[in-house]
Nanobody
Framework: QVQVVESGGGLVQSGGSLRLSCAFS????????MAWHREAPGKQREAVVT???????GYADPVKGRFVVSRDLAKKMFYLQMNRLKPEDTAVYYC?????????????WGQGTQVTVSS
């Protein structure tokens, strides 16, 4: 059974940085597309960045040039380096894994980690 667990959230001042981590437990990490999503109060959950299994990735416009995604296949870790944070980045950040494993679609979400950016 796959689990993804986020960590690294916290309170930071505007302009600061945080690094989120997502620990993947289970098999076939390299076969999953991984993504960071966020949900701000009163808003719908939105995708921040997606990295597909091949390693290609794409960012949402609001975070382009500020956030950097990476992964460590050996450690089964997925990261989000967030720089030049803004108050509007305040949200719960979720890690998601998504893949077709043995012909079956599997999707897993973490419990989320709170990021609060003060002005």
């Amino acid at each position: 059974q796959v689990q993804v667990v986020e960590s690294g959230g916290g309170l930071v001042q505007s302009g600061g940085s945080l690094r989120l981590s997502c620990a993947f437990s289970g098999k076939n990490f390299e076969l999953y597309d991984m993504a960071w999503h966020r949900e701000a109060p009163g808003k719908q959950r939105e995708a921040v960045v997606t990295m597909i299994a091949s390693g290609k990735y794409g960012y949402a416009d609001p975070v382009k040039g500020r956030f950097v995604v990476s992964r460590d296949l050996a450690k089964k870790m997925f990261y989000l380096q967030m720089n030049r944070l803004k108050p509007e980045d305040t949200a719960v950040y979720y890690c998601k894994s998504d893949g077709i494993i043995n012909g079956r679609h599997e999707e897993y979400w973490g419990q989320g980690t709170q990021v609060t950016v003060s002005s």
